[in-house]
């Protein structure tokens, strides 16, 4: 079987079977960051990895500041997906032959600006050459209180499912330029925690899907509730659905008890001016992923999203 047919995430199942799970383990393969103990006390550690490439995350004409922003940027966020801050990162970076020193600085620059915006220490990391276009791979080690770490799985029936910010916007410049929302999910564990989120990098119907798989239980949203700009609802449900559906958003995508929605959706905004929309409800029947259109009509969650090894719909760089 090619990994085409299998799918980037039957591809971690089949090789995560492979693996041992050592002790201190909290979570590990299949969240947004590994969660294990060795953290201060009443503290986790959490360890993000994440790789970009050119020609399938960014383009050879975007700078090198904006690639090596967006190589933290994507482990940031899922940081902030788990509840967590931010302390450690270490890089990998690799090159083809013939490129400029200074298209390397300013990958480090780019790192540098978003690391000092967080207090985060690049400790480390490795070069190497690379066959084709560059490649950054990125780990970031961070921390979360136990009492505030968010996984995947703990969605319950009645959670309002509510996403920070706007669906939406120029996908060549959000895709680069996004905000880590790591201060948004503090306050968001402020008043719960939430009892499940996820950063969304695949598109909001895939992401949603990985909560419910991963907490057994089904979801059933608006359109009229997506957060997406005017200009698109205007366009239509299509326009609505491919915007809302597409990757590399990284808003957060949380599930909140229906008194600390009320109470967050009022507080976000007032605190960081970054809108919190609900847009659905957690249900029992995990078979029930549902979108009710504008007529009230009910419909299965389109079929978008980021599939990597080209199964199911993809998405290239814009």
Not at 78 to 103: F, H, K, N, Q, T
Not at 242 to 269: D, H, K, M, W, Y
Request: charge should be neutral; charged fraction near 25%; glycine fraction near 14%.
């Amino acid at each position: 079987m090619r990994i085409e047919e299998l799918g980037e995430f039957g591809l971690i199942g089949a090789l995560s079977r492979l693996l041992p799970s050592g002790e201190g383990v909290v979570k590990g393969i299949g969240d947004d960051a590994a969660v294990v103990g060795g953290g201060k006390r009443g503290r986790y550690l959490l360890i993000a990895a994440d790789s970009i490439a050119e020609g399938v995350h960014f383009r050879s004409r975007v700078s090198g500041r904006r690639v090596g922003r967006k190589a933290l940027a994507v482990n940031l966020s899922d940081i902030a997906a788990m509840g967590g801050v931010p302390l450690w990162a270490v890089v990998s970076l690799g090159l083809p032959a013939g490129r400029s020193v200074e298209y390397c600085r300013e990958i480090y620059r780019g790192l540098a600006e978003l690391s000092g915006e967080y207090s985060l220490s690049v400790v480390g990391g490795d070069t190497f050459r690379s066959p084709g276009g560059a490649m950054i791979s990125v780990t970031v080690v961070g921390e979360v209180e136990k009492s505030r770490c968010v996984l995947r799985s703990g969605a319950r029936p009645g959670d309002v499912i509510c996403v920070t910010g706007t669906l939406g916007g120029p996908p060549r410049e959000k895709h680069l330029n996004f905000t880590p929302r790591l201060r948004e999910a503090r306050l968001l564990g402020e008043f719960g925690p939430p009892t499940a989120m996820i950063d969304i990098s695949d598109g909001l119907f895939a992401d949603l899907a990985h909560i419910c798989r991963a907490s057994g239980v089904g979801a059933v949203i608006g359109e009229d509730s997506l957060p997406v700009p005017g200009p698109v609802r205007r366009r239509g449900t299509a326009a609505v659905l491919r915007t809302a559906g597409r990757g590399e958003e990284f808003e957060l995508l949380a599930c909140l008890p229906p008194l600390s929605a009320e109470v967050l959706c009022r507080e976000l905004p007032a605190e960081l001016t970054t809108p919190l929309t609900p847009i659905g409800r957690i249900v029992a029947d995990p078979s029930r992923l549902e979108l009710i259109d504008r007529r009230g009509a009910p419909r299965p969650f389109p079929d978008t999203g980021y599939r990597h090894f080209g199964v199911g719909p993809t998405q290239g760089i814009e």
